[in-house]
C-alpha cells in the first residue's frame, strides 16, 4: 500500500477519460509501465485470503452446531424408544399376570 501513497502524477499515463481501470498503466522506478490491475491483484487475493479463513471458521462453527443437534436428536429418540420399551415392558407384565390368574 505504500507504492500508492507515494504514486505521483507523473508515475500513472491516463491514456483516456473512459479508459478501463485495467489499461491505467503504472510505472515503478526504471522499469516498464506495468498495468495497475496487476499491482492490485494481489491485493485482491489476499482479502480472498482473510475471507475465505472467516468463511472457513464459520463452516467449522456450523459444523460443531449441528453435530450438537445430531447428538441431542439422538439423544431425544434414544428417550422416546426407552420410554416406549418400559410402556410395552409393563402391558407384557400386565397380560402376564391377567393370563396366570
Known amino acids: 500500500m505504500a507504492i500508492f ?4 502524477d507523473e508515475d500513472v499515463k491516463w491514456q483516456a477519460p473512459s479508459m478501463i481501470p485495467d489499461e491505467i498503466l503504472y510505472r515503478c522506478g526504471d522499469l516498464d509501465w506495468v498495468s495497475l490491475l ?18 472457513k471458521a464459520r463452516v467449522a462453527e ?20 426407552r420410554a416406549k420399551n418400559e410402556e410395552l415392558k409393563r402391558k407384557v407384565e ?4 391377567a393370563l396366570q390368574n
Open 94 to 97: 400386565e397380560l402376564e399376570a
Open 38 to 55: 496487476r499491482i492490485w491483484r494481489p491485493v485482491e487475493y489476499a482479502s480472498l485470503l482473510v475471507e475465505k479463513t472467516g468463511l
Open 5 to 8: 501513497q507515494s504514486l505521483k
Open 62 to 81: 456450523f459444523e460443531r452446531s449441528l453435530h450438537q443437534h445430531r447428538s441431542r436428536n439422538s439423544m431425544t429418540k434414544l428417550k422416546v424408544s
